[in-house]
RNA sequence: GGAACUGUGGUGUAGCUGGUUUAACACACCGGCCUGUCAAGCCGGAGAUCGCGGGUUCGAAUCCCGUCAGUUCCGCCA
């Protein structure tokens, strides 16, 4: 291995051009390729910037080509040589940098490669395993790093704009105390004090809230937040969070800011000029329509009530359920009638597998009506049907009776299946819209008890505060969330500021006095001290990014993922770590005593 | 905790209704030839016992069970 020596690099490989003709410059970068005719070698260098070819030649310089020679994939270089028009005929138009090539005058090997698992540009085809325990060789392509510089020109106009709008910057700690609701936590034991822990932040909603208290008024920060639940294609134990708060604002407040903030983003990335207000759906509304809570607005398919017209129907399939109290919901398919039996039977299987009963369909052909149903219906019930669901000749209605939460769901994937199956999804439009009027609290049956929809700390609505003690499920929050393209982005509230309703709040949700005082007593402390009213909201920064970029996994997002399970394939975390570590912190594990069980 | 899919030289795949393959092909790798290629080309070569363990069988990459790893999904994710 030779080192650079006294040269230093002049020029980026992607960057040159017919301008730079007949220059003298110095290149560093890597070989994506080198091919050899014996006589001639050309060798691809690759940098950052882009990838130019370089001719190594003996008639320019034997030293050069005898260098080039032991020159292997991956290996680092520096050449030294002077950019040349490509002679005629042989520019590659493949290439930014086909026209001129840059002739070697001097090659020295700053780094040499061994033979790699997989080579950077056969990366997208190898096995994800392989490739994030050789991240860095993954990572050795263009299209990372154009999805990294997206990553950060978006946190930069973030950061201007937030900061422009008087926004602080803050950063809040790692190692905190682990509270009760939400996820698990990642725990850190304390040497200082044997026997307790720190837990790493699900988010850092109880700091910013305090932020306000001391009268920061307005914070932003890019924060890692740390969940220990299972992984998902657009889930992470350790993410980013875009945390925003502001004092002495309403709903109205931040979502103004936010829209504002993706209007600036989408035309500074993208060059996309995004329409607002973005649109708002209630919860129920959403439900209702969508079947989800976080809808894709991108396609139609909206599910209808058709319950009322089917009270006294002679279809036990229809009646039998609202007789119970039930539902009778549909979507109406334009152009669906075209769907072969094959398909329908695929649908039906969906539906039952997601928990309806059956699916009942009604084709609306060109010789007239056709489903198994319809000998059991009087006509004008099917009229009435398909004059409710605005059907026509064409068409395919899809009908769920049950429970209305059932009914809800199933249609609400059934709406994505078919807008799958139709090719319904523009992948290049991105329709934004707010959900609004969460409730405050829902039941867990696990649990036997009420639990805060978003978190504990969610301003119920002020004319539904009575209810809190008489009728809690019908409280609605002060809550809204984000949600883009079917993808949550994320969600905010107005937070309590009032220790009474912050007191009052806990205690809906079953937290004993004392315990509101161990988890809590800092945050009802704070609230007694002058807490401004304020609000914010978080957004996924990650699944933000994958969205924008049309990626399918936040692992693309993200340098160094985890696996499905929890690890990192690139260091083999977690591991055991000596014996003595453990003695210092006080720890033994369960692990020895559960083997030993065992055997 | 549960379900599904995947696992064959360095990489990507074929073989997988069990035995005519000494497991095939492409790329990469090694050696040779070659002064204009850019998916360079031509000739030659090395390299896998089929994730791991067990079972069925005269015989297993191929069937069965278990297990590990990766992925997707359900549960979970205030």
């Known amino acids: 291995m030779e080192s650079n020596g006294e040269l230093k690099r002049t020029h980026k490989c992607g960057e040159l051009s017919l301008d730079n003709t007949g220059q003298d410059i110095v290149l560093m970068g890597w070989v994506k390729k080198r091919r050899d005719h014996g006589g001639v070698i050309f060798l691809d260098l ?13 008639d320019i310089n034997v030293d050069a080509f005898e260098m080039a020679d032991g020159v292997r994939a991956e290996y680092v270089l520096a050449v030294q040589g002077e950019v040349r028009k490509r002679p005629p005929g042989t520019e590659n138009p493949k290439m930014a940098t086909g026209d001129i090539e840059v002739i070697a005058h001097d090659i020295r090997v700053l780094n040499t490669a061994r033979d790699l698992p997989f080579y950077p540009g056969d990366a997208a085809g190898v096995d994800e395993a392989l490739r994030l325990r050789y ?6 392509r263009p299209e990372y790093w154009h999805i990294f510089s997206m990553r950060h020109k978006a946190a930069a106009i973030i950061r201007d704009f937030l900061s422009k709008n008087g926004f602080l910057e803050l950063e809040t700690p790692l190692l905190t105390r682990s509270t009760p609701e939400g996820a698990r936590d990642y725990l850190v034991p304390s040497r200082v004090h044997p026997g307790e822990f720190f837990a790493l932040p699900q988010s850092p909603q109880l700091f910013k809230q305090i932020l306000m208290i001391a009268g920061f008024e307005r914070y932003f920060q890019f924060a890692r937040c740390f969940r220990d639940e299972d992984l998902r294609a657009d889930r992470q134990p350790e993410f980013t969070q875009l945390d925003i708060e502001m004092s002495f604002v309403d709903e109205a407040d931040v979502q103004e800011l936010i829209e504002e903030m993706f209007v600036h983003l989408f035309k500074g990335l993208l060059g996309i000029e995004l329409t607002r207000p973005f649109p708002r759906l ?9 079947g989800t809570d976080r809808p894709d607005l991108r396609f139609g398919l909206e ?3 058709v319950s009322r017209l089917l009270t006294d129907s002679g279809c036990r399939v229809f009646a039998d359920p609202i007789k119970k109290g039930g539902v009778v919901r549909g979507i109406c398919v334009p152009g669906g009638a075209v769907f072969s039996r094959k398909v329908l039977d695929e649908l039906s299987a969906l539906a039952v597998e997601w928990g309806a009963r059956g699916l009942a369909w009604f084709i609306l052909g060109e010789k007239g009506i056709r489903s198994p149903l319809l000998k059991l219906m009087k006509p004008e019930e099917v009229d009435s049907l398909v004059a409710e669901m605005g059907a026509k000749t064409g068409d395919l209605l899809l009908f769920v009776a049950d429970q209305s939460k059932t009914a809800e769901e199933v249609l609400g994937l059934l709406r994505l299946e078919l807008a799958k199956r139709l090719n319904l999804i523009d992948t290049g439009v991105f329709s934004f819209v707010w959900i609004t009027d969460f409730p405050l609290l829902e039941y867990n049956e696990d649990e036997q008890r009420l639990e805060a929809v978003h978190h504990p ?8 505060l009575p209810l809190l003690e008489t ?8 809550a ?20 009474e309703v912050q007191k009052r709040l806990f205690s809906a949700i079953g937290l004993k006095e004392e315990d509101v005082q161990d988890k809590f007593g800092f945050l009802i402390e704070a609230l007694e001290y002058g807490a401004p009213p304020h609000g914010g909201i978080a957004l996924g920064f990650d699944r933000m990014m994958m969205t924008i970029l049309g990626l399918s996994t936040i692992r693309d997002v993200i340098a160094f993922p985890k696996t499905q ?6 260091t083999s975390a977690p591991a055991p770590v000596a014996e003595k570590q453990l003695e210092e912190l006080y720890i033994r594990t369960a692990l020895d005593e559960e083997s030993d069980g065992e055997n």
Not at 282 to 290: L, P
Not at 471 to 478: I, L, T, Y
Not at 480 to 494: H, R, T
């Open 457 to 464: 700390f969610t301003s119920p609505k002020e004319e539904d």
């Open 303 to 305: 599910i209808v009530d």
């Open 471 to 478: 009728d809690p499920e019908r409280v609605r929050a002060r």
């Open 565 to 570: 399970s929890a690890t990192c394939l690139l």
């Open 46 to 58: 690759r940098d950052r910037s882009g990838v130019v070819q370089v001719v190594v030649s003996p």
């Open 135 to 140: 991240r860095y060789l993954d990572l050795r």
């Open 480 to 499: 809204y969330d984000l949600v883009l393209n079917g993808i949550e982005l994320g969600g905010g509230s107005i937070r309590i500021h009032k220790q």
């Open 282 to 290: 209630t919860y129920q509304g959403a439900m209702a329509r969508y």
